[in-house]
């Protein structure tokens, strides 16, 4: 997912193509990328979105980067299901 900090408001804007491609999913939080701040708001979004206790989100890939991986624990149909949802799609 491509994740925008300081993004004025916290809310998944759905998929995108990136330049090179590759398909992400864009992700908006209020927050600042200091000290994981913008991490933990992404995942604690990401849990409420997809129905699932925030203990089941984690950053897998780039912490530092705006181009994030996130593992969530669950169903992957249910999963995709609820986030295209959020996503306004």
């Known amino acids: 997912m491509r994740v925008t900090?300081?993004?004025?408001?916290?809310?998944?804007?759905g998929p995108a193509?990136?330049?090179?491609?590759r398909e992400v999913l864009k992700v908006?939080?209020?927050?600042?990328?200091?000290?994981?701040?913008?991490?933990?708001a992404v995942a604690k979004l990401l849990a409420q979105?997809?129905?699932v206790s925030a203990?089941?989100?984690?950053?897998?890939?780039g912490?530092?980067?705006?181009?994030?991986?996130?593992?969530i624990e669950g169903e992957g149909e249910a999963l995709a299901s609820a986030l295209?949802?959020?996503a306004g799609g």
């Open 55 to 61: 203990s089941k989100v984690t950053l897998a890939a």
């Open 5 to 13: 900090p300081k993004g004025g408001r916290d809310g998944i804007d």
């Open 28 to 40: 908006r939080v209020r927050a600042a990328p200091e000290d994981g701040a913008a991490n933990a």
């Open 17 to 21: 193509t990136l330049s090179d491609g």
């Open 49 to 51: 979105a997809a129905g």
């Open 63 to 71: 912490a530092t980067a705006r181009l994030k991986t996130f593992r």
């Open 84 to 86: 295209k949802a959020s």
